[in-house]
């Protein structure tokens, strides 16, 4: 599969210049059409009974699994299928074993999901948050080491951040949460689909990522990777019937049974996927994450690593060429897809999107903790013209508002 031909997967492209993946993408037709495809059951049941088809639909999504661990080469046991990263990021606040008085590390630029579990916890629990601080956007691993205490026991961070495209350096991060003991919690959905993380190679114990933004599902579904060492250290939260062990001769059989008592000793599936709710799923959500895993997969991550660096080289060297700033670091360790840029001012950076937007060019403005402008997404639909066009309405802009400040004769 090549780049240009992935293109005709995404018709959206036809009608605009989309550069806002890191937002909620746009959807592969696979995708869609693997939805629809679900839909066509719920309109039909073409199983020869109800309860075949909720068997067929669970089989179609339990597809996403496997396929979400390969992505991250993790095992198919260490993924638990999710509505969204908050979901996982939750139920990853909730696991993890915190007494008043532990200390949680969190990032100041990150989006506000990235804390907002843990201020609960702060709020309710008594568990105490200390805040890293970035330097000139940068997160530095010996910034996170001192505000390490002996009651420190987890790191939560978002591998790429959300509103200027920093990639904090994992494995290093990695290092120091395994050498002084502390859970590592991270949020990739900022970076999946761009560029790809090996849980093998970088040891992570829970990692959260919805579907919607690099993965381009089309919605409601992500995962949670749960590294398996680790699950026996965990709290586990409350329990479905779909993570009760399947008994012998399979679901159908069992509700058949007419002595089946409901108060009785359970056991529970082993793996990530206790951890998912266990009742009648967001199957299209699923099945639309399974269908998007492939192409990702198909296409290979590595390959689509390299493209999209090299339009953010592209994207970059243009903005430079118009003397307009790069927030996003540089180097191509510390980025992934997103590149931002800035005019100097909010109200000038607010002016520039709304004049992309109104040339169908979609960006995005965003900014936390004095950190970010207008977020540019290069994705693996993206291509040289999408980024000539984002430049050429930039330069434009530029000189519109040089003849509106030039004083008049
Ligand atoms: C870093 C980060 N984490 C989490 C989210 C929210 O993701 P979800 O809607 O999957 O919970 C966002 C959305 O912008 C984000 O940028």
Known sequence: MNFESIRDEFPALREKTFLDAACVSIAP?????????????ALTCPEPSATRNHIAMDELRAAARPLAAQLINAREDEVALVESTSQGLAIAAQAVPLAAGDR???????FMEVAI???????REGIELAVVPHRDGKLFVDEFAALMT?????????SVQWSHGYRIDLNALSALCRA???????DAIQQLGAVPIDVQATPIDLLACGGHKWLNAPFGCGF??????????????????????????GWGNYFQTPSIQPVRDYHYVEGARRYEAGGTANYPGAIGLAASLRMFLE??????????????????????RLGISVSTPRERAERAGIVTFSLGSPEQNAAIVEHLLARRILVSLRYTAGIGGVRVACHLFNNDSDIGRLLEAAGEFQRGAARSSAPRP
């Not at 579990?117 to 709020?123: A, F, G, H």
């Open 29 to 41: 037709r696979s995708a869609v059409a693997a939805v629809q495809e679900f839909l066509e059951r």
């Open 104 to 110: 949680v590390l969190v990032a100041a630029p990150e």
């Open 117 to 123: 579990p843990w201020c609960q916890l702060r709020d």
């Open 150 to 158: 002996d009651r420190t026991r987890l790191v939560v961070v978002s």
């Open 180 to 186: 002084r003991g502390v859970w590592l919690v991270v």
């Open 224 to 249: 949670l990777y749960i590294r398996r060492d680790r699950m026996q250290d965990l709290r586990p939260p409350m329990a479905g019937y779909l993570a009760v062990e399947t008994p012998e001769g």
């Open 299 to 320: 296409a290979g991550q590595e390959r689509i690593a390299e493209h999209v660096w090299t339009l953010g080289e592209k994207l970059m060297t243009g903005l430079d």
